[in-house]
């Protein structure tokens, strides 16, 4: 988990360093007159470029995820383990529907309260074969018969009450 966690610090800073250059006109080469002020750049603006990019097919790593690889048939219950009952994650079904070869895939899965409240958020790897990573247009299963072990949610958190908010990768 260090290492993604570092690498998508980079990419990060990566982004941060192009946007800033292509403000500010110093790897694009525009006149003044074309350049815009760091206080001109609206939100609009920002979501125009990530559309573009987008259409372009460059898809951010942070939104690959979400964007291209889809779950289903997950349920979360107490299952069966070596010594007790373990919370944990399972009968689920994961496709990579993008163009990118995924080495990692991580969700993060929110717990609510009986009033329908997130109260808890908890990040499970379910892939990680650098060796053998899920190529575009396959699909892999984690049978109901095994499960991927969760953490225990606070007392208020209602079990049956999750969603996956959001799915992160990493690709080739």
């Known amino acids: 988990m260090g290492e993604i966690a570092v690498y998508n610090m980079r990419l990060k800073i990566s982004i941060l360093i192009v946007l ?13 007159s074309e350049k815009k002020s760091k206080s001109s750049i609206s ?12 259409e372009n097919g460059d898809v951010p790593e942070d939104m690959y995820g ?13 299952c069966d383990s070596y010594y007790d009952k ?23 899965i929110v717990y609510k309260d009986s009033s329908g409240n997130d109260v808890s958020e908890e990040s499970v790897c379910v892939l990680d074969r650098f060796d053998d990573p899920l190529k575009p ?4 299963s984690i049978d109901s018969d095994k ?3 969760l953490s225990e949610p606070p007392p208020n958190a209602v079990i049956k009450s999750w969603r996956i908010d959001s799915i992160e990768v990493l690709y080739e």
Do not use: P, R
Request: aromatic share 12%; charged share 20%.
């Open 43 to 54: 939100s609009k603006d920002i979501q125009e470029m990530e559309k573009n990019k987008i």
């Open 86 to 108: 373990s919370l944990g994650l399972y009968g689920f079904t994961v496709t990579n529907n993008g163009d990118k070869t995924l080495k990692t895939i991580i969700l993060v």
């Open 66 to 78: 979400d964007m291209f690889v889809s779950v289903s048939g997950a349920h979360v219950d107490y």
């Open 137 to 140: 247009g396959h699909s892999f």
């Open 20 to 32: 800033f250059c292509v403000f500010t006109g110093t790897v694009s080469g525009c006149s003044s």
């Open 147 to 149: 499960f991927i072990e």
